[in-house]
């Protein structure tokens, strides 16, 4: 029988990849033998060539705008493919964060699991979605979503996009085809007592929390690695500098220390902005009256999200204020900018202490990476440093497109959220490479110029500030501005000449230890 005959008789269902063996009725010999269909293309013989050929295949869908012509091998349908379409921005696709993708598909297996119990969706239909989310998580089909990251409507074509594709892996599941949506209805059973206005801000709250555990690993391993260096450079004497001037002696391992302390307080800072995280709005629906949803379906679905996640989730105890605010994207975003902040005057001081190789300040080398100049043999830059400060100046600019399109909310609404997401994401994404980099890339080879360090801070006259208790602020000011006109060291000046210290005496006050940690005279 034709295909075309097949498919009439089978109601439509059968797609045109399958059984397609059938015979021309003017010619006893076969004129397309057996097709095999696999990703949107029908394998047809070619009797004449005696070899398989790739036709592409499609499905028509609809929605109440009219008819698009969907390939075959999309889970997503036919609205995905409007937003495509629509919204070519960024011309990054969602599925770039993975977190993002297995966040939605955690909401909607909760979703289908809170319908279930309720028996507001068909069992079967809802275990069949719960399948679908579940490949999803496990990493199977994320090139399926495709909405670009910045979009109008609030963040419905991903939510639509999220809907298409487990619905259509699901009627497959069911044995069924794409774009079945009379058995399984990305509307009717996928969204059931949903709306874009909960389910989206829900699944960024989790997706932000997964992301930015990762970006407290980075960071705690950078803090480690500042740590470990502290300890190698503890015995390592050196100038401290204010307002780039010398000031009093140090260790390298202090300044080492000091830089891995100021870092490891924003982790402190960024776990709080995670509690704000943990409150959300499912089941609000539109605008947080919960309309069309079961009355028992938001503190369900809250309860088996936080069951199948591990994550304490909680409805907020005011829908229609949770379904609006933004709160807690600011908060992450503050505590991601203060991070940017302390690591950019990090990456400063290090390339700062690393400049010379002979004219600069030369305490420490950097490891060296690449050729620094196109035209200057033998230049090396910090480039890691640099980068990372690149990066640092990239999440404090998208803080502040999260403030803007945080207080751009009108009404029950802020429909700004899709920016925000870009913003925190592409922030969170980038400092943690950064942070990666930089430890293993410059961190964890830091070597220090001993040596150099240690005759800096004996030619300083900085170091006068430890005879202060002995002789004063006005002679030792006297002194220090004699060393700094004539060029003399302190030693010369106090020992030799002024005779205020005897050698023995000069010994005691300027050893390595009480250099390092100079003890109180009264």
Same mark, same amino acid.
Not at 323 to 332: E, F, K, N
Not at 471 to 496: D, I, N, P, R, W
């Given at each position: ?190 969204? @059931?007592?949903? /709306? ?5 801000? #829900? =699944?960024?709250?989790? *997706?932000?929390?997964?992301? &930015? ?72 629906t539109a605008i947080g009256t919960c309309v069309t949803a079961h009355p028992d379906y938001p503190a369900l679905a809250v309860k088996k999200l936080a069951e199948i996640t591990?994550?304490? @989730?909680?409805? /907020? ?5 949770? #379904? =609006?605010?933004?709160? *807690?994207?600011?908060?992450? &975003? ?16 290090i390339r700062l202490l690393a400049s010379g190789p002979r004219c600069g300040l030369s305490e420490i080398n950097l490891p060296q990476l690449q050729p620094g100049s196109s ?133 005691k006050t300027f050893n390595l230890e009480n250099l390092i940690a100079p003890k109180f005279v009264q």
């Open positions: 029988r034709r295909s075309s005959d097949l498919r009439k008789a089978s109601g439509g269902s059968v797609p045109l990849g399958l059984l397609l063996l059938f015979y021309d009725p003017d010619d006893a010999r076969p004129r397309s033998a057996l097709s095999l269909s696999h990703c949107g293309r029908e394998r047809i013989f070619n009797n004449q060539n005696n070899e398989f050929e790739e036709q592409t295949m499609s499905r028509f869908e609809s929605d109440f705008l009219g008819q698009r012509e969907i390939s075959d091998d999309c889970y997503y349908g036919v609205q995905p493919s409007r937003a495509v379409d629509n919204f070519h921005i960024t011309e990054m696709p969602m599925s770039q964060e993975p977190y993002f993708v297995i966040a939605f598909a955690y909401v909607k297996k909760a979703a289908a699991l809170a319908n279930k119990e309720l028996g507001t969706i068909p069992a079967n239909v809802a275990d069949a979605l719960v399948w679908a989310c579940d490949q999803i998580i496990e990493g199977k089909y994320h090139d399926q979503f495709v909405t670009d990251w910045l979009q109008g409507g609030a963040g419905t074509s991903t939510n639509m996009n999220t809907n298409e594709v487990i619905c259509n892996l699901a009627a497959e599941h069911l044995g069924s085809v794409k774009g079945d949506y009379k058995l399984v209805s990305p509307n009717d059973h996928a969204n @059931f007592g949903q /709306s874009t206005n909960d389910t989206y801000p #829900t =699944s960024l709250h989790l *997706a932000l929390l997964l992301r &930015s555990r990762v970006l407290l690993k980075a960071v705690e391993d950078l803090v480690g690695a500042f740590y470990n260096k502290a300890e190698e450079f503890k015995g390592v004497l050196k100038m401290g500098r204010t307002h780039l001037q010398d000031a009093v002696p140090m260790t390298l391992g202090q300044e080492f220390h000091g830089w891995g302390f100021t870092i490891n307080d924003e982790l402190k800072v960024i776990r709080e902005a995670q509690e704000h995280l943990k409150v959300v709005n499912l089941g609000a591990g994550i304490d @989730f909680k409805n /907020s105890e005011d829908l229609i204020a949770a #379904t =609006s605010d933004c709160g *807690a994207y600011v908060a992450l &975003s503050s505590a991601i900018k203060s991070l940017a902040v302390k690591l950019t005057k990090v990456c400063n001081d035209i200057m043999p033998g230049k090396v830059n910090p480039v890691i440093p640099e980068v990372t400060n690149q990066s640092c100046f990239l999440a404090i600019g998208l803080d502040t497109t999260v403030m803007l399109a945080a207080s751009a909310g009108q009404l029950e609404l802020n429909v700004m959220e899709p920016v925000i997401t870009f913003a925190l994401f592409t922030s969170m994404r980038v400092l943690s490479n950064a942070c990666n980099a930089l430890r293993t890339k410059c961190v964890d080879g830091i070597t220090a110029n001993a040596k150099r360090t240690e005759q800096m801070v004996m030619n300083s006259c900085g170091i006068v500030t430890l005879l202060k208790p002995h002789l004063g602020y006005f002679v030792c000011s006297q002194m220090a501005h004699e060393c700094y006109h004539t060029g003399k060291s302190l030693h010369q000046v106090v020992v030799e000449e002024r005779k205020l210290l005897t050698q023995e005496e000069w010994d």
